[in-house]
């Protein structure tokens, strides 16, 4: 697990519970290419395509999984001390070019010890980016330990996203498959990955990018987009192999173009497409498993699905108190995503922490993905330096040994993207009268059709798992809002709810969706 102080809690992209749980002999074995000494590779570089590269790992898959050999064993370095070696600002990739962008690269230590070869497309030709730890700021007390770096474990692209003049992060890769990125005026929050497999489950596989290609940027005024850039990955794990190619564009939300083309090992039925990961410890729904003087501790407070249906369903987050699922069946979904509608410091109390600055992110599917399910996965926590929440997209058609597959989709991270237009969930409350044997629960929704007041408006509740005993729909203080109360007499473990709001024949909410268990 991953322990820091609340003010640094966001330096690093947090991996999943399941993945920190495994991490150190997972990520020490993760699957890289041998990286050559720059003087052993030809530095007037190499002709690249992205068809090459999947040629690459078409070939590779068609071959068994080869474990690399363990990396170099890296002492001495704890998470206060890797987060103080600086890459030098002299040395950053771009830094005399035409283009706004840069590029810096992270150590190969901690948690990240296996170097990646890194390479800068330019011209059509790639050429590796030479390793020197003097490109890096070093504690006196640690020079040592870099004696033994040979690579990068990973980049960060910078770009002046909040001031002009002023670089800013805008996206990170590093470890496994993982990136994070975020939106103006944001803090690093959530991650997503390329590829997860059975996620949240026993046994989950960590595919893992075993190399990258950076595009040089074209300048401003060029006749290509000078504030974009795209980044190529290739992929290896047991599974499967693949390339992904993310063209990024920063601006207001930062937005990932993602084409990917994944050459299964083996059949693949637990493949989880456009993976995220985040975290929620608690907020006024579900109190803190631990005491804390906070209001809510969480980087993402709901799942927000926009069904190949046109329904737009809301489905609060929890830390329950054991690991579960839950599947949401689609067909050709128009999308899904992880939201942060607490947008108030006072929605946390946190100076520090800031949670109400993390951002959302979303994923627009450019093509038809066909039936299959978005998953939720949650796993009981009592810290909130672990990722306890997974989302991704299962296919219902497993992937066939042999076989390509392509996806197409769009990542916008930064404020919540495609919301409903209709009437939004924006508060849950929970509780119990325990001489009735009820659970209790308040619905706060605001917006949409609900401007025009209460006047035939009808609630639309369900419980399976429980006998839904008293319902109250009542104008909310706040302007163009209503709350929905209302208690349940438990039948089952687990109570399955969901709510509406109608008037007539048309549905003026968003679906909430909510799962209690005793």
Not at 31 to 39: E, I, N
Not at 190 to 213: C, M, Q, V, Y
Not at 474 to 486: G, H, I, L, N, T
Request: glycine share 8%; with cysteine.
């Amino acid at each position: 697990m991953f322990s820091s102080p609340l003010n640094r809690r966001a330096a690093l992209g947090r991996l999943s519970l399941s993945a920190v749980l495994a991490l150190a002999p997972r990520m020490a074995a993760a699957q890289t290419p041998a990286v050559q000494g720059s003087a052993a590779v030809d530095d007037a570089g190499q002709p690249f395509s992205v068809e090459g590269l999947r040629d690459k790992a078409r070939a590779l898959a068609a071959a068994p999984y080869a474990k690399p050999p363990a990396p170099p064993t890296m002492t001495g370095l704890s998470y206060d001390d890797y987060f103080r070696i600086r890459f030098r600002s002299e040395a950053d990739l771009w830094k005399d070019g035409p283009t706004a962008f840069r590029a810096e690269f992270f150590p190969p230590a901690w948690l990240y010890p296996r170097p990646l070869p890194i390479y800068e497309i330019a011209a059509g030709l790639a050429r590796p980016i030479a390793f020197d730890p003097a490109m890096f700021e070093i504690p006196g007390e640690h020079a040592d330990v870099a004696k033994a770096w040979n690579g990068f474990s990973g980049f960060r692209l910078l770009w002046p996203l909040n001031e002009p003049g002023k670089l800013d992060e805008v996206a990170v890769f590093q470890g496994a498959s993982y990136f994070r990125s975020l939106g103006r005026g944001q803090r690093y929050g959530l991650s997503a990955r390329g590829l997860a497999i059975g996620a949240g489950e026993p046994n989950e596989e960590f595919p893992d990018f075993t190399a990258f290609w950076l595009e040089r940027p074209p300048g401003a005024g060029s006749a290509a987009d000078s504030e974009t850039v795209v980044v190529h990955a290739l992929m290896d794990s047991p599974s499967c192999t693949g390339v992904y190619s993310f063209t990024i564009r920063p601006g207001d939300d930062v937005v990932f173009d993602v084409a990917a083309s994944v050459f299964p090992r083996a059949d693949m039925t637990k493949a989880g497409v456009a993976a995220m990961s985040s975290m929620f410890l608690f907020n006024v729904a579900d109190p803190s498993p631990v005491p804390d003087y906070r209001t809510a501790v969480h980087d993402s407070d709901g799942l927000a699905i926009w069904n190949g249906q046109g329904e737009h369903i809301w489905r609060p987050l929890q830390n329950p108190r054991a690991h579960r699922i839950s599947s949401f069946l689609d067909k050709d979904p128009k999308g899904f995503g992880l939201v942060q509608r607490a947008r108030a410091l006072e929605d946390f109390g946190d100076l520090q922490a800031r949670y109400d600055l993390r951002p959302s992110l979303w994923v627009e599917p450019l093509d038809a993905w066909g039936e299959g399910a978005v998953h939720l996965a949650e796993l009981a926590t009592t810290k909130e330096t672990d990722d306890n929440i997974a989302v991704f997209w299962r296919p219902k058609a497993p992937w066939a040994a042999g076989s390509q597959v392509d996806l197409r989709y769009r990542l916008h991270w930064g404020q919540e993207r495609f919301a409903s237009p209709d009437a939004r969930v924006f508060r849950t409350r929970t509780g119990a009268d325990a001489q009735a044997g009820l659970r209790l629960f308040t619905v706060d929704l605001q917006g949409g059709a609900l401007a025009e007041g209460l006047d035939g408006v009808t609630l639309d509740l369900q419980a399976q798992g429980g006998e839904i005993a008293w319902r109250d729909l009542s104008p909310y203080p706040d302007e163009a809002a209503a709350r929905v109360a209302f208690g349940v007499r438990p039948r089952a473990a687990d109570i399955d709810l969901s709510l509406r709001l109608t008037r007539g024949d048309q549905v003026i909410s968003e679906t909430w969706r909510y799962l209690w268990t005793a």
